[in-house]
């Protein structure tokens, strides 16, 4: 087939997790025969992560975006679109918000709703401010009456990342369960079955090897609820490192260096990690943590279980579905749960184990990436026929 893919970004940029999903989408479907064209934003060379090619044999198409971000992204996708359209036999936007200019038929993927965004932290927004939040209420509450629901209405089929991601567009936004199938994302799982050893490589990062370490990775904005991570740090009973890998929110770094206060000097501030080194930082890992306050897949959980790093996580959108029984679970934007969950896993080392391989076991049956570019094929070929 020939599928035209729609996506924010692409490589050699990467914003978010879901430049993640597609990715592995794209190559995925590539693998197994399909003639695959992204349409991504064009961004400024300062912006790559790192200076790698897309792959092959994957056609990649630059859209001027201007200042409007993944509006203006989806503007211009459905001006490509209406040029090119034609030429393809699939069209799938990577997110359905992306959709919201175009008119045309398209299958679409949803990871999470704006209805999710205004309501995450106890009932309102995530933010970093008063400022903020009430930008996000007015930008949040447009964006899903005039562009979110019109493309989730219009869209031929929806993948949905999770049931609790089908759940909220069928219960909040009309969309019919016949219209939608659950296809969970997947990684190259055996990338994180066998890592380095931990005192060498502790040593490599200059972190200290002996000192229980939790680790988190993530693209930190207010949505990941860091905060309470910043908070639990200051009232376990376990003196741990904590290492936080990934690009930030500039002015939400700042907030989460003030909220330290003591635990400060036990706290590795990396920035983006490239891809190739990321297992190294699971490799000294205790327990994983993922304070999110609103998750529509998650990545770096399928990592940590793949890895066999015990979980600690929320119940923040579909957090909790995704680590299922290998993890610890706590409610949003709790830090004293959130301690008492860290210390238990780093005092109780046969909890620790049962919780790590348990995650083994569910990232290799549920989150290998071949299947999820089979299930998407399989969809593709059902709604040609």
């Not at 991504?40 to 790192?50: D, G």
């Not at 869209?155 to 219209?179: K, W």
């Amino acid at each position: 087939m020939r599928v035209c893919l729609l996506t924010l970004d692409f490589p050699p940029f990467r914003s978010s997790g879901l430049t993640i999903y597609a990715e592995k989408t794209a190559a995925g479907l590539a693998e197994r025969g399909h003639a695959v064209t992204v349409v991504a934003s064009q961004r400024p060379r300062s912006e790559q992560v790192e200076d790698t090619p897309p792959p092959e044999p994957i056609s990649v198409v630059r859209v001027p975006i201007g200042r409007l971000d993944w509006i203006g992204f989806g503007w211009q996708a459905a001006r490509y679109l209406s040029r090119y359209g034609d030429d393809f036999d699939v069209i799938h936007f990577a997110d359905v918000h992306f959709a919201y200019a175009y008119r045309g038929s398209y299958v679409a993927s949803a990871f999470q709703s704006f209805r999710q965004r205004l309501t995450s932290h106890h009932g309102r927004p995530y933010r970093t401010g008063q400022r903020d939040l009430v930008f996000r209420l007015v930008y949040y509450n447009a964006a899903r009456w005039l562009m979110e629901g019109p493309a989730v209405r219009r869209a031929r089929y929806v993948l949905v990342s999770s049931r609790a991601t089908r759940h909220e567009f069928i219960a909040h936004y009309g969309l019919e369960p016949d219209r939608t199938s659950l296809v969970y994302p997947g990684i190259k799982v055996d990338r994180f079955s066998k890592l380095s050893g931990r005192t060498e490589t502790a040593e490599r990062l200059g972190l200290a090897g002996d000192v229980p370490t939790l680790l988190y990775v993530g693209f930190s904005t207010p949505r990941k609820g860091v905060e309470y991570l910043a908070q639990a740090l200051s009232v376990m009973e376990t003196p741990a490192q904590l290492i936080m890998v990934g690009k930030w929110e500039e002015e939400y770094q700042e907030s989460f260096v003030n909220r330290l206060g003591d635990a400060r000097s036990r706290v590795y501030i990396t920035g983006y990690v490239p891809d190739a080194k990321l297992p190294d930082y699971f490799a000294v890992a205790d327990t994983f943590v993922f304070p999110t306050l609103l998750e529509g897949f998650g990545f770096p959980l399928v990592e940590a279980m793949a890895a066999g790093v015990p979980v600690v996580t929320t119940t923040g959108g579909s957090a909790s579905e995704i680590v299922g029984e290998a993890g610890l679970i706590v409610p949003v934007g709790d830090s004293l749960e959130l301690a008492a969950a860290l210390d238990r896993v780093l005092t109780e080392p046969n909890l620790a184990r049962r919780l790590g391989q348990a995650g083994r076991v569910r990232a290799r049956a549920l989150f290998d990436e071949r299947r999820v570019a089979a299930d998407i094929e399989a969809i593709y070929d059902r709604l040609a026929r």
